[in-house]
């Protein structure tokens, strides 16, 4: 069947890989096929690792790179395999990659993938290291994601505003008519799940439960909020470089109770993707969430309050599962590199020019 393509996203999260199989020859996707794997535990301590300086990293990096190729191979044939769709007929695969650096001030990010092995193990063209041509045409490399949320979510009869909240959270400003913009707001689930498997032992607080239970500590969420990284005009894209445990420790006294860093924790990533969407996207009166943290109902529910007036909901409301949207976005990029377009907007990344974006490993 023409049209078909499977996106696969693991993100900063480092919970594992969405995988979504999508008709995309119409005017708006199809979505056929979801599947999720978690990442072995071993998985996901070594590419935390990869996210920092280390022995043996080229090694130990094109290693985990097959170990996740495998993977991805796996959750994509799980697609099918619900669809009970052959391979033969799939244009393509659009990979992002397990960013293990993500360093465009430097000239470089790195998303790990085996695109080689990918298109070996599946039968099918695999797209994937979107990000760098964007980063060597002068941009971020990140976010690149609006320019889907644009063709997909974009309307001429409301001002809206995606937030895509993973790992790192990142906002998209989709006005009625005008340039559409979007910048990584900054921290999304990361901070909250580091603290939260450091305390509770497990990989996320379900719901912001835990968080809930918590008191703010107004002296150290002051202090987190004034972090250079929120105050830096777009366009702006971080990561776990910057983002992550020592990050927070850096800010503490020490005598906190874990359960009110955790509240203080959620307070920050809730006020910093709320305050950036009043600074840069003011006239949103639609304001529609995905990712993984669309599901944290705490989260949600002080990001609700602080953006009072404007409705907030999930993409769902607009029939695309908030879990699902970046995997498709993958398909839809790999889509406009087969097909010669751009997948960046300048406005957003900062890159010189739209640019067709991707390496292709043909079937
Ligand atoms: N019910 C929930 N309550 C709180 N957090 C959740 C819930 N469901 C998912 N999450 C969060 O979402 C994360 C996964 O989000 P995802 O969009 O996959 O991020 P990434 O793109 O960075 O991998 C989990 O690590 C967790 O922090
Ligand atoms: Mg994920």
């Known amino acids: 069947m023409p049209g078909l393509y499977i996106g696969l996203m693991s993100g900063t999260s480092l919970d594992g890989i969405d995988a979504v199989l999508a008709d995309l020859s119409g005017p708006a996707p199809r ?7 978690a990442f072995t535990p071993a998985l996901r301590v070594e590419l935390a690792s990869l996210n920092s300086p280390g022995k043996n990293e080229l090694r130990r990096a094109a290693l985990a790179a097959n170990d996740l190729t495998r993977a991805y191979a796996a959750v994509a044939g799980a697609t099918l395999a619900l669809a009970a769709v ?47 041509r964007d980063i060597a045409a002068g941009g971020q490399g990140a976010p690149l994601v609006p320019a889907f ?31 559409v913009t979007g910048f990584d707001s900054g921290p999304g689930n990361l901070l909250l799940d580091a603290w939260a498997q450091r305390h509770l032992k ?46 927070i420790e850096k800010y503490l006294a020490g005598n906190e109770a874990a359960v009110d860093v955790q ?19 003011a006239n ?26 404007r409705e907030v909901r999930t993409t769902d409301k607009l029939g695309v599962d908030a879990e699902q949207v970046e995997a498709l976005a993958f398909a839809w990029l790999a889509q406009q590199t087969l097909t010669s377009k751009p997948g960046n907007l300048p406005a957003v990344t900062g890159a010189r020019g739209p640019r067709i974006l991707g390496a292709i490993y043909r079937a």
Do not use: M
Not at 105 to 130: P, R, W
Not at 263 to 281: Q, V
Not at 288 to 293: Q, S, T
């Open 31 to 37: 979505l056929i096929a979801h599947a999720h794997h």
């Open 86 to 132: 052959p391979a033969e007929g799939l244009e393509a695969v659009g990979c992002h990659g397990q960013t293990v650096r993500h360093q465009p001030a430097d000239g470089y990010t790195v998303q790990l993938v085996n695109g080689a092995l990918l298109a070996e193990l599946t039968g099918i063209t695999v797209v994937c290291d979107f990000r760098s």
């Open 149 to 179: 949320h644009q063709a997909v979510f974009g309307r001429n009869d409301e001002h809206r505003a995606i937030v895509n909240i993973g790992g790192i959270s990142n906002v998209t400003n989709l006005p009625s008519t005008g340039v």
């Open 202 to 247: 497990q990989p996320f607080d379900r719901d912001g439960d835990w968080a809930k239970t918590g008191k703010i500590i107004p002296g150290l969420l002051a202090r987190l909020k004034a972090d250079e990284y929120f105050h830096r005009a777009p366009p702006k894209s971080t990561g776990r470089e910057t983002f992550n445990l020592e990050w």
């Open 263 to 281: 509240a203080t924790l959620l307070a920050l990533t809730a006020h910093g993707i709320a305050d950036a969407i009043i600074d840069f996207c």
């Open 284 to 309: 949103a009166t639609a304001v529609y969430l995905c990712g993984g943290g669309a599901r944290n109902l705490e989260l949600v529910n002080v990001l609700t309050a602080r953006l009072a007036p």
